[in-house]
């Protein structure tokens, strides 16, 4: 029982495991496409506003929890305050919902780099390329079982340190080719221009309240927050390593990848459409659809599409790891099976829950729940229902029932915490109050009570 907990190496090796967690398909994929619907400028201000305030207070708590209890979600919430047990529980349901749309994408990633790898950068830049091939049946489902089955593999073999390895070399590289692409796009497309300003110029006419919804649900994903991930990784930091400095490093890290992200994907969308509001809202298959089109006039396009979608794909191979480990050790906490069982039985989860989301778009695309396709369902049940309300809960469980007090001092460990006064004002007042109505306003306008 009284077996050491494994804990992360040095300074450094907290902030790039929490990273590596951190920034995946959510920064490349989701950021651009919700900046492009919802305002561009004024979505990247909001998210900005709520990173700083909600995020920082909200990773800090969770890592001080985890920490402070040397336990994950289930246990820490039990192990201060037996009556909270049940967010555990609740946050521990977000990486089982995740995982198997989240393989899903990661599918077409890996279709991506097969279409370039074998040359097929000009069918690839058509309009309804993507549209075509996400409305077949087999190929789709056959890129997202590889996906998922390559991700257990790896977390079955216990090999998952190695990728992970292998990622933090080609992180970087993904940061300088995205550099790229956008001084490329800049420089040598006309129109582009206009997105750029779209993207960095907030335009106040544009905030609605669907961009404060999106926004904040993309700050909980994104940053793997309100679903026990962090409360894990704080399990694992050594006493002496600053929860403060760690999380401003992680926060800079993973909002400037999504920053860049959009820099390269929305003035392309201009560029080749004009800013037309459709090509803008077009939702999930935004970097699927654009990226092509910047590849297809590039010399030697096929090879830079392969090796970008390559390097996205390790992104999101290892944030998918880190869902399905997260899944794996709570059914195994839970239950009296091995780990290679509950290895298994997550990946039949995943398969089984994965087929709908991409069947979605083709043999079941008529089929709706509240009027959205079952990805965008899935999405919408965890990053705009069950995240808010965990991080709401965090909010009062840690404001009210354990006090600021009890993380603070677990911070104050390595010495003085600069931000408290702000840090208890915002988990006691403002956090919650802002997350409850960001969470009616968004389950009421999906029913379609009000619109927002
Ligand atoms: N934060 C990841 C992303 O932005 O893609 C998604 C994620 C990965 C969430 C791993 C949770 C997790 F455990």
């Excluded at 919430?77 to 977000?94: H, Y």
């Excluded at 096929?302 to 090796?307: D, E, Q, S, T, Y």
């Excluded at 290679?340 to 695309?365: D, E, H, T």
């Excluded at 469980?397 to 006090?403: D, E, L, R, S």
Aim: aromatic residues 14%; charged residues 10%.
């Amino acid at each position: 029982m009284s077996e050491k907990r494994s804990s992360f190496t040095g300074k450094i090796g907290f902030v790039l495991a929490a990273a590596g967690s951190a920034v995946g398909l959510g920064n490349i994929w989701r950021f651009p496409y919700l900046a492009a619907k919802y305002g561009g400028g004024i979505f990247l201000l909001v998210y900005i506003a709520l990173a700083v305030t909600f995020g920082f207070a909200l990773m800090v708590a969770e890592i001080a929890i985890g920490r402070k209890t040397q336990l994950s979600a289930i246990g820490a919430f039990k192990a201060l305050d037996k009556r909270f047990s049940f967010v555990g529980v609740l946050a521990s349901i977000v990486p089982m919902i995740i995982l198997p749309y989240y393989a899903v994408i990661g599918g077409w990633v890996m279709k991506y780099i097969f279409g370039f790898a074998s040359g097929n950068a000009s069918a690839m830049a058509q309009s309804d390329y993507f549209s075509n091939y996400i409305g077949t049946v087999g190929e789709p489902l056959f890129w997202f079982a590889l996906f998922i089955a390559l991700t257990a593999v790896i977390v079955f073999c216990g090999v998952e340190k190695g990728v992970e390895k292998v990622s933090k070399f080609i992180m970087p590289l993904l940061v300088v080719l995205i550099v790229f692409i956008v001084i490329y796009t800049v420089c040598t497309t006309d129109g582009a221009w206009e997105g750029v300003i779209y993207y960095l110029k907030p335009d106040f006419s544009k905030l609605s309240g669907m961009t404060v919804v999106a926004a904040l649900g993309q700050l909980f994903y994104s940053m793997s927050l309100a679903m026990g991930i962090m409360i894990t990784y704080g399990s694992y930091m050594k006493k002496d390593i600053s929860i403060e400095k760690s999380v401003h490093q992680i926060e800079i890290f993973d909002t400037g990848v999504a920053f860049l992200a959009g820099l390269m994907i929305i003035p392309a969308v201009f560029a080749f459409s004009g800013g037309d509001e459709s090509a803008l809202g077009q939702g999930p298959g935004l970097m699927f659809v654009t990226l092509p089109k910047i590849f297809d006039t590039m010399p030697a396009g096929n090879l830079i599409g392969a090796v970008f979608f390559v390097m996205v794909f390790f992104a999101a191979l290892t944030s998918a790891i880190s869902l399905m480990e997260t899944v794996v050790s709570i059914l195994c906490d839970k239950l009296t099976i091995g780990r290679k069982s509950c290895c298994l039985i997550v990946l039949a989860g995943a398969l089984l829950l994965g087929i709908p989301s991409s069947l979605g778009y083709s043999a079941w695309s008529e089929f709706k729940i509240i009027g959205m396709q079952v990805l965008d369902f899935f999405d919408f049940i965890s990053n705009s229902v069950l995240m808010p309300v965990v991080a709401f809960i965090t909010c009062l469980f840690v404001g009210y029932f354990i006090k600021p007090k009890a993380v603070i001092d677990e911070i104050e460990l390595t010495g003085e915490f600069k931000q408290k006064k702000f840090f208890s004002v915002t988990i006691r007042y403002i956090a919650p109050i802002c997350i409850l109505l960001i969470l009616l306003s968004s389950v009421l306008s999906a029913f379609g009570v009000i619109n927002i």
